[in-house]
């Protein structure tokens, strides 16, 4: 038995009345088919629906087939995004490698554009999640009077509030805040990984020079010298020498 969605609450009354601020860099660019006027527009319209939901879209992971479709005019973004939501991708890279609170908080912050009211709204959409699966979800979320009015049939969804103004930056993109990989599998895969794909800074030819003062710069030197070896028998060094006969002085009197 489906249940219904529960009762949440938000945990602001920022959230209840529309933002009023001045523009700015961090004001989020809609990406919407109905202003598309060429091919490139287009095409800029699909990558941000792939963005979106896949955080980056590989070769592979690419479907010609509604792409094409949308191009077209035959379905509409918000069939594009429901489609990229229930693809064979979404469901073995994030929904099989993630717990259903992670996949409800990932689609709500994808689908609608903002974060989840608390731990209230996450368990709301998981008992959903759990009961009717991905495909519930996503239903629900597209057709919820909150994404139309946000986003309609043609726009593609983005990160709405992004500037806030009580604080010197906005706030953290989804990206960075909801990994696509739960700590539990990044340690499995071997996540994260430091890869440097800039150029290699190397020492300058004069830091490599020795200043002097380095007994490893004398040793060839000292390997010229000839071995001071006893003579006639006398013990090896300078033991039996009357030092104090070579000591120049100045005698008394003269």
Request: charged share 25%.
């Amino acid at each position: 038995m489906a249940l219904p969605l529960l009762n949440y609450a938000p945990i602001t009354q920022n959230s209840r009345v529309s933002p009023f601020r001045v523009g700015s860099d961090e004001d989020p660019r809609a990406a919407s088919m109905d202003k598309a006027m060429d091919r490139e527009d287009q095409n800029f319209v699909t990558e941000s629906a792939y963005r979106q939901i896949f955080f980056h879209a590989f070769k592979v992971d690419r479907d010609r087939t509604l792409e094409s479709q949308l191009r077209d005019g035959q379905i509409t973004v918000r069939d594009f995004i429901r489609s990229l939501c229930l693809s064979d991708t979404f469901t073995r890279s994030f929904y099989n490698l993630n717990s259903n609170y992670k996949v409800a908080r990932h689609l709500v912050e994808k689908l609608l554009g903002r974060t989840t009211h608390g731990k209230s709204e996450e368990i709301a959409w998981s008992a959903v999640l759990m009961t009717r699966g991905v495909k519930g979800m996503v239903d629900d979320i597209l057709n919820s009077e909150e994404y139309l009015t946000a986003f309609g049939y043609d726009t593609v969804p983005y990160h709405r509030n992004r500037v806030v103004g009580s604080r010197v930056v906005g706030e953290t993109p989804f990206n960075i805040t909801s990994p696509r990989y739960d700590a539990y599998y990044r340690g499995i895969l071997g996540f994260p990984q430091i890869v440097y794909t800039g150029t290699a800074r190397s020492f300058p030819e004069r830091a490599q020079q020795r200043r002097g003062g380095y007994p490893e710069d004398y040793l060839s030197w000292v390997r010229t010298l000839p071995a001071l070896r006893g003579v006639g028998g006398a013990p090896a060094g300078n033991t039996s020498m009357d030092y104090l006969s070579k000591v120049p002085y100045r005698s008394i009197g003269r």
